[in-house]
Structures are given as C-alpha cells and as structure tokens.
C-alpha cells in the first residue's frame, strides 16, 4: 500500500526508496518483528485465559511432554498471521496478483487450522476438524490457487514444470498442472504441520525456506536476473520476497515466545498456513522441485508418517520408534533442544543447497 508513496518523489528523495523492493522488504520484516514484539505478551494472555487447559496433548504422544508442555496455549499462529498480514498490505504491490494468490492461500489454510484448533481447546481433546473435512478444504484452496497461478504466469510458462538447473527442460502438464499444485500446496501445508511437534522446531525452518524461496522470487522476477542465472522470467514475482520478508519478521516475533520451554503454540492456525504458504510461493515461482529441496526436512517429517503408517499396516511392526521422525530421536534420548538445533542445521544446509540450483554461467 504505501508502496504508493512513490508516486510523491520527482525522482529523488526519500519518497524515491518506496520504488525499491529491497527497501519495501526490508521495511515489511521489521514492521512484523515489531508487531510480533507489540502484540505478542497480551496475546498470549488472551489466550491463556481463554484456554484454561491449554492445547490437548495427545496420550500416545512421548510421556514427557504430558509433564512439560501440558497448559501450553495454542493458537499462537495467529500473531504470526498478524504481523504477516499487516506488513504485506503495507508493503507490498497491492495490484500485483502473485501477493493476493499467496496471501488467499495462506489466510484459507490458517482458517482451517483456527478451525481445527479451536474444536481442540473448546472439547479440550486432541481430535478437531475431521481429517477428511481439512483435506478437501485443502483441496479446494489449492486447486483455486493453481489456476490462479496459471491464469497469470507468462504464456510461454503457463501449465510447465520447469526442472532446476536444466532452464531448457520444460514438460507442459496441460490440464494436470492444476492437480500437481494442489499436491503441492496441501503436501507442503500438512508437512509443516507434522514437523510443529518440538518448542521451535518447525517455525525456523519454514523462516529459512521462506529466505530461500524470496531470493529466488526476487530472481526469478528481474530479467536481468534470470539472464545471469540461466533461469526462467516470471514477471511479477519480485514482489514475493515482501511477503517472505515479513513472514521471517512475524516468524522471530513468534520465536522470541515459542524459544523452549514455549509460552505458546503456533497450532495448526499457524503451521497449515506457513506450509500452504511456502507451497503457493513455489507454485507462483515455477519453482515446486527446487521446494521440495530447501522444505527438505518437511518432505522427511512426512514420509517418516507415511512409512510408519504403511509398513505398521502391512507388518503390525514399526520402522521408527514413533513418528514423525523427531519423536523418534526424542525416544532414543535426544533432548528436546538438540533435536530442534540439529534440525534447524539440516534447514539451513538443504536451504543453501536449493539456492545453488540457481546457476551461474
């Protein structure tokens, strides 16, 4: 919105920097950091009043966290969504249609995870939303989502998976391109939501993805850019890295509260609504494979799941300790904090990683 602001310079000035997307970027992370920072303490006395049992904690789940996290708030995603929100409208390009592609992604999952975390706390037991209901919810955001995507993308892209590092390597999906965003849109949302099990655990990681996708946004959006690395042009994008910018300040704003032992939970109003996000974003920058590369330690979170559920239905034997897959280290003796430091690395390395596929020549 006060991207607008520019229309006040002659060409000079400081009106002149509301042009610059890097300063826009810049000015969004610290209008959510600082929003995170305002509203975070009396949010979470909110919900500590309004939540007089806290989040339910699973029975099945490791016996300690019945001890330490029993009373723990939840529905801390929504001072992540706050801080979000605000900084993008007032940042961002209000007239580009990537930022209201993400941001409708981003505010429909988050609904579905009030939803579900709401039917928690109010009947105080872990079962919410049904399962089904939150997938095909899922479903529908998402397929409205890849075609809003494909109805903006250039024509020589619209319906094309784009293969990292290879640009001249394009396969035209057609009429499946709509299906292959919504698997991964719903894939990424229900991963970052398996990964929020630890204090910490899945906020940093989706702040480093989050880093690592607006890069390539900001990339993928400069012509100049993508003639250096040797990637494809989708105009438009640039404006993306506002909205990672202000999801990395909105995300320590949350950390300053979820650093162990956590005040609060992000709950599945902020996990499904980070990971939908991180989906849409990967969608919008024709950049799915490279998603599924620096959210690595999502995409393990869930087939850790899948392969328990699958070889414990097919054996009655159990591959891990329990699942998802930091439960297992949790099992095998790993302190909470080791596990949520180690798992940040592996972030961070796999981050890096996905950012090398944008070649130089």
Not at 10 to 35: Q, V
Not at 266 to 276: C, N, Q, W
Request: with cysteine.
């Amino acid at each position: 919105m006060l991207f607008w602001l520019a229309d006040l310079s002659d060409g000079g000035g400081i009106f002149n920097l509301f042009r610059y997307i890097t300063f826009r970027a810049g000015a969004a992370f610290f209008t959510a950091l600082l929003f995170g920072f305002l509203f975070g303490r009396p949010l979470i006395n909110l919900l500590r009043r309004r939540q007089r049992n806290g989040q339910p904690i699973r029975a099945d789940g490791p016996a300690s966290h019945l001890e330490t996290k029993a009373g723990t708030p939840t529905m801390g995603g929504v001072l992540i969504l706050g801080g979000l929100i605000v900084s993008t409208l007032l940042w961002a390009r209000l007239d580009n249609p990537y930022i209201w592609m993400v941001l409708f992604v981003t505010l429909s999952f988050g609904a579905i995870g009030f939803a579900d975390d709401y039917a928690k706390v109010s009947r105080n037991n872990v079962k919410g939303v049904p399962g089904r209901v939150r997938f095909g919810l899922g479903l529908l955001i998402a397929a409205v989502a890849g075609y809003w995507a494909a109805s903006v993308h250039p024509e020589a892209l619209t319906n094309q998976l784009a293969v990292p590092v290879f640009k001249s390597a394009l396969f035209n999906l057609g009429i499946l391109f709509v299906p292959f965003a919504m698997i991964v849109i719903v894939g990424s949302a229900n991963a970052v939501n398996l990964t929020d099990g630890l204090d910490g655990l899945a906020i940093m990681p989706v702040m480093i993805a989050a880093a690592a996708l607006g890069v390539i946004a900001y990339a993928v959006g400069r012509v100049d850019f993508t003639n250096y690395l040797d990637v494809h042009y989708v105009p438009g994008t640039g404006e993306i890295l506002i909205f990672c910018s202000g999801l990395i300040g909105a995300g320590l704003g949350f950390l300053w509260y979820n650093a162990p032992p956590a005040a609060v939970f992000m709950g599945d109003t902020g996990s499904l609504a980070l990971g939908g996000a991180l989906g849409a974003i990967a969608v919008a920058t024709k950049h799915e494979i490279v998603l599924a590369i620096v959210g690595g330690l999502f995409v393990v979170e869930a087939l850790s799941v899948i392969i328990q559920v699958a070889y414990f239905k097919t054996t009655g034997k159990r591959v891990f300790l329990m699942a998802p897959i930091h439960h297992h280290f949790e099992k095998k003796g790993w302190a909470e904090p080791q596990i949520v430091i180690r798992f940040w690395i592996i972030s961070l390395i796999l981050a890096l990683i996905g950012l090398a596929t944008l070649k130089v020549r």
